[in-house]
């Protein structure tokens, strides 16, 4: 059961929650905990209808009276649940692309985890949104093998639904030499088959490689490959294999690591709010013993955690 920690919202009235982020937004001091009470509290859709009405009942754009009023990570939060999904994994390698460094974690968690639907979808947006080509500015933004597997990813391709036993021995044996070899070539065929195939074969292909190598494909690709390609590669086959504990990992890595990487904590709830942050909150729990909640509590503060707190839901006793 995959599972998101926000649902549309019961007897919604667009209209009433118009009123309410009018006052908030419009009154001497922004009342921050009325942003955080509706817009965390409501899905996507629904909040994109509220946008409209305030829109007619005050002839104001909602996402730039939320910019206006509100600063810093709490101001990201607020703005990022208003934008629809496609749009706002958009958004975010527009950023990661174009900003003064190429953010390439931010890259690699995006385009290793969607769907070819939300591949396509995204590089609509992506379009419609910056007028520009989604492929040309990975291509002119990066290199090498990582330029490679990143395009691979981005042209939505990934066989769907289909398996065949027969072949994941080959593919498995492929895999194992181009940890062997390492030449240019052996890369293209180990991004080929992980960019390609479907879950459901890779599922198979890494059993086979387990039985022919006696080791992991995530160990194997550790040993032989570095850089952000070898980082690629295993989020990848994280993805393939459990998608809710990838994610569990980048969130303990953002909140551990780099002292609270808010970029990567923000984008990451936000974007699978509605997808399965239930999931990604019990492997969290599962994996690393403290909640999610307790976590981000520990590193946010102000009405920035009580965002961060009200998406992710739940509390620190269970996951």
């Known amino acids: 059961q995959i599972q998101g920690t926000i649902f549309p919202a019961p007897n919604f009235n667009p209209i009433m929650d118009a ?10 001091s922004c009342e921050k905990d009325v942003l955080i009470d509706i817009l965390t509290q409501r899905c996507n859709s629904q909040r994109l209808m509220i946008a409209e009405v305030y829109r007619d009942m005050y002839g104001r754009d909602l996402v730039t009276d939320l910019k206006e009023n509100l600063s810093h990570h709490f101001k990201e939060v607020m703005v990022g649940l208003m934008y629809p999904p496609a749009s706002y994994d958009a958004h975010e390698l527009w950023h990661a ?11 690699i968690d995006i385009l290793a985890s969607r769907s070819n639907m939300e591949i396509f979808q995204m590089k609509e947006a992506y379009l419609m949104q910056y007028n520009n080509d989604l492929l040309q500015d990975i291509d002119s933004e990066t290199s090498g093998h990582f330029r490679d597997t990143l395009m691979n990813l981005a042209q939505g391709t990934r066989m769907e639904g289909y398996a065949d036993p027969s072949t994941a021995a080959q593919d498995a044996m492929v895999l194992w030499e181009a940890c062997q070899q390492k030449t240019g070539e052996h890369k293209n065929m180990l991004q080929m088959i992980l960019c390609n195939k479907s879950y459901q074969q890779l599922w198979m292909v890494f059993q086979e490689f387990q039985n022919i190598s006696g080791q992991d494909i995530v160990d194997a690709i550790n040993e032989c490959y570095d850089g952000y390609f070898q980082e690629l590669l295993v989020a990848i086959v994280l993805c393939v294999r459990d998608k809710p504990s990838y994610f569990a990992y980048r969130l303990y890595n953002a909140i551990h690591d780099f002292g609270f990487h808010n970029k990567t904590v923000i984008r990451i709830l936000i974007a699978r709010s509605e997808i399965d942050l239930m999931n990604i909150r019990q492997r969290y729990k599962e994996r690393y013993g403290k909640s999610l909640f307790h976590d981000i509590k520990h590193f946010a503060s102000g009405h920035y955690e009580s965002a961060l707190l009200a998406i992710c839901g739940g509390d620190a006793e269970d996951f």
Do not use: H, N, R, S
């Open 19 to 28: 009123q309410l982020l009018g006052g908030a937004l419009q009154g001497i």
């Open 97 to 107: 692309l174009k900003g003064v460094d190429t953010e390439e974690k931010c890259l």
